[in-house]
């Protein structure tokens, strides 16, 4: 991955159906997320392989390279849908061309949790062009998966919220009010929860408070739009573990998961 362009390995297919790929990839370089294809010796270089799977010494050469060792995600094509169907991502060759960029971005989403387009704010809309997996359609999580509670009035954060957090392998509960959230966490076991700090009724700090008057209480992460040294303060003295400062990006809300150890992976039905 260079910037936001993402690079592609192709093995496999014919000379015109690697120049569609390629035409079609150049359309995309004025996006938030391009794709560029790589020349044939470069391969090793690619973020995405594409496969031919009706090739049988592509498919040996993918299955032996040091990239499928290494977890590298791969997009396999072929005519017939029975060959591919085992296969995380794959595409028909009879169509491929009108669908590969859909599915390109669905597994730079889900492989690489790359949403330049979607960060959490109280305004703001989410490109147009990108095709966000819908909350809770799509995205599987493992069976045993965390689970974590989103308290905001917002109906824009909670969905946001629950996007990234989806797309990182967790359950989630919504709240749309600090009550809703205490009655939650009183029912639920959870394994964070994720609170709005300015609400109407009850503020963030006062339900902050109550959550952790519970020795077993989660780690609370404060979501504000405030980021002055007193609200943190306020913040700390509340109990919360993690302050986030909105918009809340893609990648400050990696960090933390990994820090809490709470990112597990997600199965992706892209049909």
Known sequence: MKGTEFLLG??????????????????????????????????????????DADDRAARDLWEESAAHLNGRPALMISRDPARVVSAAYSLLRTNFASKLIRILDQITIHEFKFIPELIVSDHGAVDSTLELPAPNRGLLAAAGAPRVLVVDDSVVVRTRMRTLLELHGLRVDLAEDAESGLKCARENRY??????????????????????????????????????????????????????????TVDDLHKLLQEFALERPVALDIN
């Open 191 to 248: 394994q964070a929860i994720f609170l709005d700090v300015m609400m109407p009724g009850m503020d963030g700090y006062t339900a902050c408070r109550r959550l952790k008057s519970d020795r077993n209480a989660p780690p609370i992460v404060l979501l504000t739009s405030r980021d002055s040294p007193f609200d943190k303060i306020r913040g700390i003295m509340a109990g919360c573990s993690r302050y986030l400062t909105k918009p809340i």
């Open 10 to 51: 192709i093995l496999g297919l014919t000379r015109v159906e690697r120049m569609t790929i390629a035409s079609v990839c150049s359309l995309t370089h004025n996006r938030p997320r391009g794709y560029t294809v790589l020349a044939e010796n470069r391969g090793a270089d690619a973020d995405i392989m594409l496969v």
